[in-house]
T-cell receptor
Framework: QQQVKQSPQSLIVQKGGISIINCAYENTAFDYFPWYQQFPGKGPALLIAIRPDVSEKKEGRFTISFNKSAKQFSLHIMDSQPGDSATYFCAAAGNTGKLIFGQGTTLQVKP | GAGVSQSPSNKVTEKGKDVELRCDPISGHTALYWYRQSLGQGLEFLIYFQGNSAPDKSGLPSDRFSAERTGGSVSTLTIQRTQQEDSAVYLC???????????FGDGTRLSIL
């Protein structure tokens, strides 16, 4: 019940395309859903986050879509750039703040 | 400091030795978290501090692992009698008063020979 399932494991997108990463959770007590971006040798960096009272949040080229009834959320990266090539993690947290992470998606954006 | 600082950035040690990993959170952040990142297990929660107290230690894998936080600031994660399966990147994160978001340091890469 504490798991967060993320897919796909890896993704290759052409420059300018849309990258889509999906996550699903089971625990309805989760109330905070962040996405992190990680480059090799660096710690995860917060990209964007959403709470279940909204269905979508957009920040620049990054959008989270949230479906509370399906217990699913996704990250859309519009106009993907080679600099977006990184590993992306979804996560979920309840009132303790403890983050439960998905397995990660390695994104490669081809020039 | 401007961000979460962890030291050392890399640590190589022999099996059976004890190691100490340090985390300096963002100034003013009262919540501090330790996570472990390994190829096989992904990113796993270890322990959470609110101030100097640890209300959630549920992720510590064994009694060889312990952590403390002093002065509501610096935290130390100690691994005793290290084993090869302890090899991983140990990440620290902090947040303001337990309210998200969490900001991560760049981690300590621990290698057990």
């Amino acid at each position: 019940q504490q798991q967060v399932k993320q897919s796909p494991q890896s993704l290759i997108v052409q420059k300018g395309g849309i990258s889509i990463i999906n996550c699903a959770y089971e625990n309805t007590a989760f109330d905070y859903f962040p996405w992190y971006q990680q480059f090799p040798g660096k710690g995860p960096a917060l990209l964007i986050a959403i709470r279940p009272d909204v269905s979508e949040k957009k920040e620049g080229r990054f959008t989270i879509s949230f479906n509370k009834s399906a217990k699913q959320f996704s990250l859309h990266i519009m106009d993907s750039q080679p600099g977006d090539s990184a590993t992306y993690f979804c996560a979920a947290a309840g009132n303790t703040g403890k983050l439960i992470f998905g397995q990660g998606t390695t994104l490669q954006v081809k020039p | 400091g401007a961000g979460v600082s962890q030291s050392p950035s890399n640590k190589v040690t022999e099996k059976g030795k004890d190691v100490e990993l340090r985390c300096d959170p963002i100034s003013g952040h009262t919540a501090l978290y330790w996570y472990r990142q390994s190829l096989g297990q992904g990113l796993e929660f270890l322990i959470y501090f609110q101030g100097n107290s640890a209300p959630d230690k549920s992720g510590l894998p064994s009694d060889r692992f312990s952590a403390e936080r002093t002065g509501g600031s610096v935290s130390t994660l100690t691994i005793q009698r290290t084993q090869q399966e302890d090899s991983a990147v140990y990440l620290c994160a902090s947040s303001f008063s337990g309210v998200q978001p969490q900001h991560f340091g760049d981690g300590t890469r621990l290698s057990i020979l």
